[in-house]
């Protein structure tokens, strides 16, 4: 196998709902996750009937592709469908964009790091270095993961832009910037609450869209997914409950004397000085939360699972 950067790690997936459940001796229904950015339940759009058409062809391919829902996408971004790229989630575009612009020898930027690893991750695998030396590519995560920040847009060209959770920000977007170098990257799986279909899309310039295109497997996404998808388009989210229910755990917290940080996405980033031993006494009580080196983020659920929470993070910090 081909040698990658010396400073390349994996991605890492925390801990299973078995296993936390195990560490705390609890069953596994108990166990509340606020670690994913996902909601916590399905949307109604996401049901059997959903996917019955696409179930009683499941035996053949999906010749000539996803034309309906390539229109669904179009509507909804305000784009034209020649500027699309389908994708197994935003993961696979962000895999996609890094291969497709950068190889051995390249760097690649990344900004406003700590952030989400799989620019790096993907970066390393196309064979280039992480760093900010003459990129051929940048990439931007907004709004920001793990802060939720809405961080400047980089002048850098060309520039991929993550707006895997857009849905949350009344629709601030780079996708004016198409035909100016800039490539942005979206999911089903956070507001459309479609995580576990992985399915996501890319919007670019009409000949940057046809190159990824081209570069892309040729079957990257499942049928039975690219239903769940237009159906959730036909009636896309409604966000404002999950985003009143993520201001009402803010103010939760700062009720403890922390300071979450201003989000505009489906999660709160506190700061807190020793935030591994914090998420640790969380996941001893089967209560996961995404900890990083100074802070933990979390993803709102239902009100009485955030109190829950609350209640855990006031004991564990003695408040
Ligand atoms: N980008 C960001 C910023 C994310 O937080 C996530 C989800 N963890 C992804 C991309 C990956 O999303 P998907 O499920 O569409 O691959």
Redesign the pocket.
Known sequence: MRALSERFRPYEWALSTAEIARLAGIAPEQVLRFD??TPPHPRPTSNVAAVERALARVNTYAHGGFPELLEAIADYAGVGTENIVLG?????L?MLVARSFAGPGDVVSVRDEP??P?YRVSSWIAGAEVGDDDPVLTFV?RPH?PTGALVPLPDARPLAV?E??FEYTGGKTAAGLLDDGVIV?R????AFGL?GA???YALAAVDTAAELNERQAPAPISSISAALALAGLADPPDVSETLEERDRLAAGLRGLDLEPASSWANFVYVPVAEAGALTDALLRKGLAVRGSAEGIRITPREAADDDVLLRRVAEALGR
């Open positions: 994913g950015n197994a989630g935003a993961d696979d962000i952030t989400y799989v995560c993961n993550d895997a959770y990257i999911t089903f799986s956070k995580a992985r399915i996501g």
